[in-house]
């Protein structure tokens, strides 16, 4: 099963922000952690999301990828019994933000926050994730011009920002990225 941690701030603004981790990577790593503080101090609710894998001690997803959807897609079922959600968001980082896009319709998500999308296995531009974007459900995208994964292109519905200066890791500018977060997580409730 999966596990997550839920914080709901005093003068819950009633948008919840679930968050998912890379494939080799936990909740702790530095991008989550900022868009996490930034989020909480807006008002907002967040749930971060660990993996059945990750939970067991092993370092790559399973294959295929559809039981990484369906546990989280459980975890999101069991947020919205405990918390009342008015504006749902879900995210992640890589292979986070890869399930959170694969799920986000049948969630119930408002919003989508994608965080070094992977658009492509490095090296291998050819072998594109882009549809995976393609989800109607209104995005952001951060990604950093240094990224071997790939930057995305915008979409009707999908924006983009690209860091300079930033990998796959999104670790040089935490404040940058979690600013560009919040207003986008924060938004979500006004735009419903």
């Known amino acids: 099963m999966a596990r997550y941690s839920l914080d709901v701030p005093a003068g819950y603004t ?16 530095v991008d989550l952690v900022a868009v996490r503080a930034a989020v909480l101090d807006a008002g907002a609710g967040v749930a971060m999301v660990t993996q059945p894998y990750r939970v ?19 975890v999101v079922a069991e947020l919205r019994r405990k918390v009342a959600v008015d504006s749902l968001v879900v995210g992640g980082r890589s292979s986070g933000a890869r399930v959170a ?4 319709v049948e969630a119930g998500a408002d919003r989508i926050l994608a965080l070094a999308f992977p658009l492509h296995p490095p090296g291998r531009p050819e072998v594109t994730r882009a549809d ?20 995305p292109e915008p979409l009707p519905t999908v924006h983009v920002e690209v860091l300079p200066g ?8 935490p404040h ?5 977060a919040v207003a986008f997580v924060t938004t979500a409730a006004i735009s419903r």
Request: contains cysteine; charged residues 20%; glycine residues 12%.
């Open 166 to 173: 930033e990998t796959h890791a999104l670790s040089k500018a």
């Open 176 to 180: 940058l990225l979690a600013q560009l």
């Open 132 to 151: 995976e974007l393609r989800t109607g459900v209104p995005t952001l995208v951060l990604n950093g011009d240094r990224d071997a994964f790939g930057v």
């Open 101 to 104: 896009c694969r799920t986000a």
């Open 56 to 74: 067991a001690g092993a370092r790559r997803p399973p294959a295929p990828a559809r039981q990484l959807d369906a546990a989280w897609l459980a």
């Open 14 to 29: 009633g948008t919840l922000l679930v968050l998912g981790h890379g494939a080799g990577g936990d909740v702790d790593a």
